[in-house]
């Protein structure tokens, strides 16, 4: 897929390739499994044993959790439990407390009432922006955040299953926004996380790659037994991404969820 090739920023370097060559972006492969750490949740290279599912580590469980902010109630009494493998969509408008739920469930900030239990393993979050490392290539910084035997190698497996086997090298200043988006997206999945965090992460490209790489994003998912927690302002977006749907579009405190 090239759907982000309107968005490139031309290199000025010396020994840069051609603005065409350092722009090519195929689509991501989520038929391309990764071999599975071996056995723990605090590696991140490949395992010596034939591949296969990574242990589920447990639900996402919020029970009775209420959020106040300000004086203002965001919301009362949630309780969800997302199961390994699903996705629980967030929509609402600006204000209703989608970030500041995220945030509870990551543990960066408290709830006032009832309880959040996080699943084993670990943490990734795709932001809006993809805060890559300026000064380092793609590979880098995917491989920067991986530990175990075999990072470097790890990191090239993920850069093919987004499409970018042959811009490792490339830094984010070479690359297109749709090109460091995968480089977000690789790198947040490359640790096989059991909880990933999604906020908004093509709220800033065009709505034909926005929707390219948001199924691209879902295919990857489908092969990853990760609980993901997808915030976004499209109700028809969370519809299309999700098992289950939390709306906090009400009144203040309050909150709907379908399946």
């Not at 009362?76 to 989608?98: F, I």
């Not at 299953?161 to 090109?179: C, D, I, T």
């Not at 028809?236 to 991404?241: K, M, Y």
Request: aromatic share 4%; with cysteine; net charge negative.
């Amino acid at each position: 897929m090239n759907a982000d090739s309107a968005d490139m920023t031309p290199d000025t370097t010396p020994d840069a390739r051609s603005h065409h060559d350092a722009k090519t972006e195929t689509t991501m492969n989520p038929n391309t499994h990764p071999e599975t750490a071996s056995g723990t949740n605090s590696g991140c290279g490949p395992g010596e044993d034939a591949p296969g599912p990574l242990p589920s580590f447990g639900p996402l469980s919020l029970d009775g959790v209420t959020l106040i902010r300000r004086g203002l109630t965001l919301v009362t009494d949630l309780s969800v439990t997302v199961e390994p493998g699903q996705t629980l969509a967030v929509t609402g408008p600006s204000g209703a407390g989608k970030t500041t739920l995220l945030r509870a469930i990551s543990g960066l900030s408290p709830v006032d009432a009832g309880a959040v239990s996080r699943p084993d393993g670990k943490l990734s979050q795709v932001f809006q922006e993809p805060r890559l490392l300026p000064w380092y290539s793609a590979h880098r910084n995917i491989s920067l955040v991986l530990d175990g035997p075999t990072p470097d190698l790890l990191a090239v497996h993920w850069l093919e299953r987004v499409g970018l086997a042959s811009a490792g090298h490339l830094p984010p200043a070479r690359m297109s926004g749709g090109m460091r988006q995968r480089v977000a997206i690789a790198r947040a999945l490359a640790c096989s996380p059991s909880l990933l965090l999604v906020d908004e992460p093509f709220s800033a490209l065009d709505r034909p790659l926005a929707a390219a790489l948001r199924a691209d994003l879902m295919a990857l998912l489908a092969e990853e037994d990760v609980i993901t927690i997808w915030i976004t302002h499209d109700p028809a977006e969370a519809e299309e991404v999700s098992h289950l749907h939390l709306r906090l579009d009400g009144p203040p405190g309050t909150w709907a969820l379908s399946a």
